[in-house]
């Protein structure tokens, strides 16, 4: 194509008749104004995979600076509410939800606060969790790829009350944030449309969350 628009261009300039000696040229030919083209269109195309991929790594920083934000989000209100929160994603996607943990518990106060009727106990602790609930997307093209929590006596005790398993069909295992400002520790990968993977990693004593590359995740940073 760029041969033909070449030859095209030679064959208009030879037909164009030669200025008159002295005289100054004020316009560009053809062949230099498509020259310009041909070189502005290359460097555009060299240029174009790497502002693509300077895009997908800014999606995913900023999704994981947002989940970074939710972790820091639940924590606090798991300490102001008094209640576990919990943080469950859908893999392979970018889809996530922060929302209290339900237990035992959680009818006790009711009949203790007066608030509970017998059979509408559960309907009331589910309604009041649902109104509380986050549900909340990852930026185009970043999904959850995988996270490993660790399971503590606590988590495990509260798997037990739960007949055994806290996971539900279709969502990750969860991250729990307790009221005394601790949580699971726990790391969690997300991978851009490109392949770029980065980590958040959960500090279970402190509630400290910190976006890392996955090595100096793995070697224990």
Not at 29 to 52: C, Q, S, W, Y
């Amino acid at each position: 194509m760029l041969l033909v628009v070449f030859t095209f261009a030679l064959t208009e300039t030879s037909r164009t008749p030669r200025l008159a000696a002295g005289r100054e040229r004020y316009a560009f030919t053809l062949l230099e104004i498509l020259l310009v083209l041909v070189i502005l269109a290359a460097m555009i195309g060299l240029g174009m995979p790497a502002i693509f991929n300077a895009l997908k790594g800014h999606r995913l920083k900023v999704s994981a600076e947002r989940v970074q934000t939710e972790f820091m989000r639940a924590r606090v209100d798991a300490m102001e509410s008094g209640r576990i929160r919990m943080f469950r994603y859908q893999p392979d996607t970018g889809n996530f939800t922060v929302a209290p943990f339900l237990q035992s518990s959680d009818e006790l106060e009711n009949n203790l606060a007066g608030t509970s009727q017998g059979v509408g106990v559960s309907n009331l602790v589910l309604e009041s969790a649902e109104q509380e609930k986050v549900s909340k997307t990852l930026e185009e093209g970043i999904v959850f790829l995988s996270n490993d929590v660790e399971t503590d006596m606590r988590s495990y005790t509260l798997a037990q009350e739960q007949g055994g398993d806290l996971t539900v069909s279709g969502w990750s295992t969860p991250i729990l944030f307790y009221p005394d400002g601790t949580t699971s520790n726990a790391l969690l990968y997300l991978k851009s449309d490109g392949g770029t993977i980065t980590s958040i990693k959960l500090r279970g004593l402190t509630g400290v969350a910190r976006i890392v590359e996955p090595e100096l995740a793995n070697a224990g940073e």
